[in-house]
């Protein structure tokens, strides 16, 4: 008759096996489990880099009635824009403050030729470029001159989360 208290190396080796077992498979499944979250929030601000991009691209520059990017292309291109170049940065990041979503932050550039027009915000932040992840949206603004010419200005918009914070 074998009484309850006999165990043997085996019985302390499966015990052990069993567990090393248990915790394997729950840092397995706990590892898997969140990868459909994380690609959900890069989708989440991957379609809110679109948002932003469009926003900028269709949204006008109060009292103005041309669009952000427009006004930054003339910025560029023209000597006389139509939206004044300090008011069109501190139209354009009262827009960023509310839409950019928390822990992270946008850059905005345009460049054509030799002359460009760059924002971050929050200010000071970067462009994002060493950023480990980032999520950009690229088009560009075209823009017809007097002369006939027709000018387009390529355009990009990257949000990327801030570090440290």
């Not at 006008?60 to 292309?73: D, G, H, I, K, Q």
């Not at 979503?101 to 994002?128: H, T």
Request: some cysteine; hydrophobic content about 45%; glycine content about 4%.
């Amino acid at each position: 008759m074998v009484r309850l208290d006999d165990r043997g190396v085996a019985d302390i080796l499966a015990i052990a096996f069993m567990f090393v077992i248990l915790v394997l498979a729950a840092v397995f499944m706990h590892t898997y489990s969140l990868r459909p979250l994380r690609a959900a929030t890069d989708r989440q601000l991957e379609l809110k880099s679109e948002h932003l991009y469009m926003t900028l691209e269709l949204a006008w520059v109060e009292p103005y009635s041309v669009s952000f990017l427009r006004a930054a292309t003339e910025n560029i291109l023209l000597e006389q824009p139509t939206v004044p170049g300090p008011y069109l940065r501190s139209a354009v990041e009262n827009t960023l403050e509310y839409l950019c979503p928390p822990r992270y932050a946008v850059a905005i550039s345009l460049s054509y030729d030799n002359s460009s027009w760059e924002l971050s915000w929050p200010e000071g932040v970067g462009l994002g470029i060493d950023a480990e992840k980032q999520f950009v949206r690229q088009g560009e603004v075209r823009l017809t001159m007097a002369s006939g010419e027709k000018i387009a200005v390529p355009v990009t918009v990257r949000i990327f989360e801030i570090d440290g914070t």
